[in-house]
């Protein structure tokens, strides 16, 4: 039988009456390991995109709370995430992002792995000069690949090994979104960058989820955009966002847009949505183009925003879409204050976690349940 | 391993010049006359080889596998 954690049974209480997640799931150095393993490790979180290793060959390193993985896209062409280490005496493989010529070779004895990451070369391990040992059998000795899917270009990954697969556990927010389930091409170096906040990951999914705060923080969008504009997204377990009524397409003197997705619906001439895909991806569509943004969690009041823009066609004009990505990226910026102010707020002995607007902040209430739902479960498996 | 060799092989290390350390380390394995140490140089040879991605690692790994050492 497992004990009912009463902080969590409060966050997990009816949005008019439910407390936040407590400070700790903030600040605490142990409840951040914790969340690793409960709430990313158990489904499946963004890692990176597929975009960034856009060649055969192409190996980029990146640790993702703490743990060291290599994104690699194999000789075959195809995107693989392994734990960046060599399987002899755990050494880092692969220290910056680089293109692998030939075979990944360990820096610290030589031993060597395909892009496939199979082990390709024990170099002197049955002696100097002879390079097999009849106790050692290559085949079992590959680099460790984590669980990954790519969806949206983002490749997800899953570290325990158990989440159900992709598609059943992203169901609902696949089926959502099925019209824009078509190419998509990245905007290349002006369409990337990445933002650094000082807090922690679950603020950032928080803010983003949630439309209460625009009229406030984003006062530009008054004028066209207003709050009664906007809707609610709850998919229990999933996700949860917002969505406007009146998306207004971007154009230049000329009138010229960016060209829109293939086949959408009327919905989408002045809609558009905004998900957090718990835990730690943001995404928007539009008809003419969407984004995702990939939360890297550095430490329990640290994290960086790694930012993609797509669009319908593979070419965009440089000057519109130069713009595009300096309007997101002030909206995106304008948002950092808040977050790294709640984050401050947090240290703040005896805070409760907050209460949630019973009309506002359902997104974000849908948010810390399945948060605490996770831990809950977390704990008691323990 | 002749002093010149010995020299231009950490050269090579220093510059990460891996078709220098092909071809020096497949010199150094030429010039031996003992079967474990040629095997030695030409592990290495091979190790950098198949790290390029360069075509001498067939040759390399046939030369290993002659004497069973892959």
Known sequence: ?382 | MTGDLHARLLSAHDAGDRGALIAGYTTAADTQTDVDAACFFLTHAYVFALEAGDTRAETLHARLAAEGRV
């Open chain 1, 1 to 382: 039988m497992s004990i009912i954690d009463p902080v969590l049974a409060n966050v997990q209480k009816p949005t008019a009456q439910a407390r936040g997640l407590p400070n700790a799931h903030y600040t605490d150095a142990s409840t951040f390991l914790e969340e690793r393993d409960a709430l990313f490790g158990v489904g499946w979180a963004g890692l990176a995109v597929a975009s960034d290793v856009p060649d055969r060959g192409d190996a980029v390193p990146i640790s993702f709370l703490g743990i060291p993985l290599l994104l690699l896209r194999g000789r075959d062409d195809v995107v693989r995430v392994f734990q960046n280490i060599c399987r002899h005496r755990g050494m880092i493989l692969v220290d910056a992002p680089r293109k692998i010529e030939g075979a990944i070779r360990c820096p610290y004895h030589s031993w060597c792995y395909s892009t496939q990451g199979k082990l390709v070369a024990t170099p002197h391990v049955g002696g100097p000069g002879f390079n097999t040992h009849d106790e050692m059998d290559r085949d079992t000795l590959g680099l460790i690949e984590v669980r990954s899917h790519i969806w949206r270009d983002i490749i997800w990954i899953n570290l325990s090994g158990q989440a159900p697969a992709f598609e059943d556990a992203m169901a609902d927010v696949i089926a959502r979104w099925a019209e824009f389930d078509q190419p998509m091409y990245h905007g290349g170096a002006d369409s990337r960058f990445s933002l650094t906040v000082n807090a922690n990951w679950k603020l950032a999914i928080e803010n983003y989820c949630e439309s209460y705060h625009l009229p406030w923080v984003h006062p530009g969008l008054n004028s066209y955009s207003r709050l009664e504009d906007h809707y609610n997204i709850e998919i229990e377990g999933a996700s949860s966002g917002q969505g406007t009524l009146v998306y207004r397409q971007l154009s230049d003197d000329a009138g010229n847009r960016f060209a829109d997705f293939d086949g959408l619906s009327d919905t989408w001439d002045a809609g558009a949505e905004y998900l957090s895909i718990f835990p730690n991806v943001l995404l928007g569509v539009h008809r003419d183009h969407a984004f995702a943004i990939i939360l890297q969690p550095e430490a329990p009041d640290r994290t960086v925003e790694h930012v993609h823009i797509y669009y319908a066609t593979d070419t965009t004009d440089d000057t519109l879409r130069v713009r595009n990505a300096g309007q997101w990226k002030l909206v995106f910026e304008e948002d950092i204050f808040v977050v790294e102010g709640m984050q401050r707020g947090r240290n703040a002995p005896g805070f409760d976690g907050g209460r949630f607007s019973p009309a506002m902040d359902g997104p974000t209430h849908c948010f810390h349940r399945w948060a605490a739902q996770r831990l809950s479960d977390h704990r008691a498996a323990e």
